[in-house]
């Protein structure tokens, strides 16, 4: 697949609320007038989104100009100078007299031009407009409210030391009622994934997606350079960036002069802010022929921030307005330059210890890895790691505890053993909810010494609990039973309660219970956190599968505070799904509600892979409840920072699931296609929503035999599990069966499972609700599977249950399949099926479901059943070109278009001009070569080899 260009984005990515409160205000009720001021940093997308804003006003004329940044010249009304040039107002205004006699004739044009039509005009950067373009812009959206104007115009936020006059300008528009100024700030992590999907075609691969984001901190327009020429399928930005991006990000810095630009390149290398001073004392202290001009110092600083290349921050450090440009300018250094210049802030800080902070740690350890010194540069590693776990920086920790593992074959003896240098590294992945901990453990495991058993024992334990947090295979029986078999060994300490506590969350529900019990006693006189935690957390497991309610609610605020104390992410999300469950788990939606409000009181406080299985939790609740905006706010927060894989891939599912049933098939590929990249790089086990959404993919397709292949996974799980996906593994064989081809075709798991005539009840009150719609879904299916004609009460009863568990997508399913097969019936009930018809049409138009709103709306236009008017969405036109049903003739193509469309006989009689009879006989001889029962059996065919959209 080839790369798109740069910048040649399909559409607006991660932008929906604010395009949404942008066309509020331009195109309000009523047919007033409104205007909008955007205003952002360079780079963040201001003129795209304006121009895209107004190209979505429909019978408007619009006006476009900019302003420029002239510097030796001033042309008055610059941007209506060229928005009217070659058009609008033309001889009736002319722009060289006065500004103000201009600006009149403008306005008086403008009276009469808004009476026959809507009028819009954009000005854009009008942080470079003069005063007189200020003005006008100011003096027209204050103008009459009945006039069917609207102004859009973008500004470019500049903290620069002296007040520009759109400073002032902006200050009055936000005092005109019908202005709206509107800060536009950079993507989010999920909106810069958006934007490179839409740039390169497909879903990017997960590090290049962190690369770009490290880089470009969200801002589009550097997001498009930066992945100039790229292919699709590319896991890292190329060593040198794109010249585009190069020239665009420096250009600012070399307009300054060679002299500045130095002084900024030092600043560049500091990676920090600095004032004049630091600075200074650094130039000093590297004595170089290519260094800076300590007295050059303060006008290269204060040019730098007079053109908006850097800042100032209330300290009266500088640093540059976009991390991007750091990088760049220090790029632009020999490699020998760089390495001095470290070497330089690391001599710095070794003549300042008593001034070192930790942000300094971290800083100067950066320094110190490129200072040509791997004593150094380990030394100062390692410190900076235990610095960051110090201060709760585990992402830090993380990252220094890798480079010290690196460096130390380089260093001679340290003080560090591998032993320890992992330790740390485990302790800052667990921090950061980073999968590296297992790795970390599982190395931890390959060299400590036989004879450190608690050790061992904890460090087995937690890799129990991390493998089944990363959705790998579950252990075998033999591992859990060797872990319980090491327990006792010495004298009781809290590494016996911990891995008793662990053993006890993979043992059957009645052999758990005592076991999480002795552990908790024991954790108790151990007085160790780990360990109580983990036993609270197994008493609770264990109270939820016995049902006691009331035990769960006493020991889940303990549960909880413990977890929160030993920062353990994975310990306090299933304390909190246990208990939310205990509590809610009889009214889905507060369930949902409930782990929102522990998401927004965890964020910042726990590490945001562990905040983001919260909000995963939720959209999946969500979704199935058929709320799909809250649902794919819920996503957005998840990948709104890499979550891990784990969270990454039922992420996916979810939301490829939701595309699929909204008829968003292309997005539903690129999940997808996204998970799979997760599913083999961490050798995963699907999740339930990711086999079930690519199942109803495949489905949707028509592709019976690629859903199975889908849902082969399956013959992996357990029983409890293989039950949530009976459903959709039911409907694969129906619809395989129905489509006229053998039941042998599909696998046998596939068969098996979907033939699987006991559901067995759920342990929880959730779990009891989904089995009760899985065994009617299946009874429905199987029905359609195996009898000549669909039974109508199974899918009225299939429809009861869903309502009762307040599944919606499932309903309004079931209440299609209801009213096909009355109407498919010996003899059509039509009135018993308008019913069901309308249930399932008002809940596929609420949950956002338009595959299954066409295709209700056709089988009632077919049985010539009304329905309320779900507008252009639900309609099925005439003027579609005629199914592609083999073996008919033209003529009768033409007359099945005309059925599905929901023609009578006398209809289609007098478009095609010919007789009733004709048409009758016509009818006969499609039904008899399509072996459909009547007219509503035929327009069902017809829609069956309709391809579905792939939008």
């Known amino acids: 697949m080839a790369p798109r260009e740069a910048g040649t984005a399909r559409q607006i990515v991660g932008r929906d609320d604010v395009r949404r409160r942008i066309l509020a205000r331009l195109d309000p009720i009523g047919g007033g007038s409104g205007s909008v001021v955007l205003t952002g940093e360079p780079g963040v997308g201001k003129t795209t989104l304006a121009r895209d804003a107004v190209s979505q006003l429909v019978d408007a004329a619009v006006?476009?100009?900019?302003?420029?940044?002239?510097?030796?010249?001033?042309v008055p009304m610059l941007a209506f100078r060229t928005m009217f040039r070659g058009g609008g107002p033309g001889a009736l205004v002319d722009f060289d007299t006065a500004p103000a006699t201009a600006l009149l004739a403008l306005d008086a044009w403008l009276d009469d031009r808004t009476a026959d039509q809507r009028v819009v005009l954009l000005v854009d950067d009008l942080?470079?407009?003069d005063s007189a373009t200020l003005d006008a812009v100011l003096y027209l959206m204050s103008g009459p409210a009945e006039r069917r104007l609207s102004m859009v115009s973008t500004v470019r936020e500049e903290p620069i030391l002296t007040a520009r006059p759109v400073d002032r300008w902006l200050s009055s528009a936000r005092h005109v009622d019908s202005c709206d100024v509107v800060a536009l700030g950079p993507l989010d992590r999920a909106g810069t994934t958006e934007q490179l999907t839409d740039l390169l075609g497909r879903s990017p691969h997960q590090t290049l997606v962190e690369e770009v984001w490290t880089h470009t901190r969200g801002f589009p327009y550097f997001t498009a350079l930066t992945v100039e020429g790229i292919h699709p399928d590319a896991r890292h930005l190329p060593p040198s960036p794109p010249t585009r991006l190069t020239e665009a990000v420096l250009a600012p810095a070399h307009e300054l002069g060679e002299a500045a630009a130095a002084v900024?390149?030092?600043?560049?290398?500091a990676g920090r802010p600095m004032t004049v001073a630091d600075l200074r004392q650094v130039v000093v202290a590297v004595e170089r022929d290519s260094a800076p001009n300590p007295s050059d110092i303060d006008r290269a600083l204060a040019s730098a921030t007079e053109a908006g290349v850097i800042g100032i921050a209330p300290d009266g450090a500088h640093w540059f307005r976009h991390p991007l440009s750091a990088e760049l300018l220090a790029g632009e250094l020999s490699e020998r330059e760089r390495t001095a210049w470290h070497a330089a802030f690391v001599r710095r800080a070794q003549r300042q210890p008593a001034s070192v902070s930790f942000e300094d740690v971290i800083r100067l350890a950066d320094h110190a890895a490129e200072s040509d010194d791997p004593e150094e540069a380990f030394r100062w590693a390692v410190a900076a790691c235990r610095a960051a776990l110090a201060a709760g920086s585990y992402a830090q920790a993380l990252r220094f505890a890798e480079r010290a593992l690196d460096l130390r074959a380089g260093t001679n003896g340290p003080a560090e053993s591998v032993a320890d240098l992992l330790e740390l590294r485990r302790r800052a992945a667990a921090g950061c909810g980073s999968g590296d901990e297992l790795g970390a453990v599982e190395r931890l495991l390959g060299i400590i010494g036989p004879d450190e058993h608690a050790r061992?024992?904890?460090?087995?334990?937690r890799?129990?609990?991390?493998?089944?947090?990363?959705?790998?295979p579950a252990p075998a029986d033999d591992e859990v039973d060797a872990l319980r078999a090491r327990i006792g060994r010495e004298p009781a300490g809290w590494q016996d309660a911990f891995a008793l506590a662990v053993v006890s969350l993979f043992l059957p529900g009645a052999e758990a219970s005592p076991v999480a019990a002795d552990a908790l006693a024991l954790a108790r006189t151990a007085g160790e956190d780990t360990a109580l935690a983990w036993s609270l957390v197994a008493c609770l497991r264990t109270a939820e599968r016995t049902g006691h309610t009331a035990r769960v609610r006493s020991l889940g605020p303990e549960a909880l505070g413990s977890a929160m104390r030993i920062r353990d992410g994975l310990a306090h999300n299933l304390v909190t799904h246990i208990v939310t469950s205990a509590v809610h788990g009889g009214d889905p939606a507060a369930f949902a509600e409930a782990i929102h409000g522990v998401r927004v009181g965890a964020t910042g406080t726990l590490p945001h892979s562990y905040v983001a299985w919260l909000a995963m939790w939720e959209a999946t609740d969500w979704f199935l409840l058929g709320r799909w905006e809250r649902c794919v706010e819920a996503l957005r927060f998840t990948l709104r920072q890499y979550p891990g894989r784990p969270v990454d891939v039922t992420t996916r599912g979810v939301a490829g699931w939701l595309a699929v049933r909204q008829g968003r098939l292309e997005r539903a590929r690129s999940h997808f296609a996204r998970a799979d990249e997760l599913i083999a790089e961490g050798r995963l086990v699907p999740a339930v929503e990711d086999v079930s959404g690519r199942a109803e993919l495949q489905l949707a397709l028509g592709d019976t035999q690629a859903a199975a292949r889908a849902v082969e996974t399956i013959s992996t799980w357990s029983d409890a599990d293989a039950v949530e996906a009976i459903p959709v593994v039911a409907r694969i064989l129906a619809d395989h069966v129905r489509a006229g081809r053998a039941e042998s075709t599909l696998p046998d798991v596939v068969r098996r499972t979907a033939r699987r005539m006991r559901v067995a009840d759920g342990e929880t009150v959730d779990g009891r609700r989904w089995s009760a719609v899985c065994?009617?879904?299946?009874?429905?299916?199987?029905?359609?599977?195996?009898?000549p004609t669909e039974d109508a009460d199974l899918w009225l009863e299939a429809a009861a249950e869903c309502a009762a568990a307040e599944l919606p997508w499932e309903e309004?399913?079931?209440?299609?399949?209801?009213a096909e097969a009355m109407l498919l019936a010996a003899r059509p009930d039509r009135a018993t099926a308008a019913e069901p018809l309308r249930r399932g049409a008002a809940l596929a138009d609420r949950i956002g479901a338009r595959p299954l709103a066409v295709s209700l709306r056709q089988l009632a236009r077919s049985a010539r059943i009304p329905l309320p008017d779900a507008g252009a969405e639900g309609e099925v036109s005439a003027h579609r070109p005629p199914p592609a049903i083999d073996g008919l003739t033209p003529r009768e193509r033409e007359i099945v278009r005309l059925v599905v469309a929901g023609r009578t006989y006398r209809e289609i009689a007098g478009e095609l001009f010919v007789s009733e009879?004709?048409?009758s006989s016509h009818i006969s001889n499609v039904l008899r070569k399509t072996g459909a029962s009547n007219r509503i059996d035929l327009a069902r065919r017809a829609a069956a080899v309709t391809p579905p959209s792939s939008g």
């Open 463 to 472: 890799r129990l609990l991390l493998r089944a947090a990363a959705q790998l």
């Open 812 to 818: 309004a399913y079931c209440c299609e399949k209801a």
């Open 775 to 787: 065994s009617a879904l299946q009874r429905a299916e199987l029905a359609r599977a195996t009898g």
């Open 63 to 74: 006006y476009a100009g900019s302003c420029l940044p002239l510097s030796t010249v001033s």
């Open 456 to 461: 061992r024992l904890e460090l087995e334990s």
């Open 917 to 919: 009879k004709t048409v």
């Open 264 to 269: 900024l390149r030092v600043l560049a290398v």
């Open 127 to 129: 942080h470079w407009a």
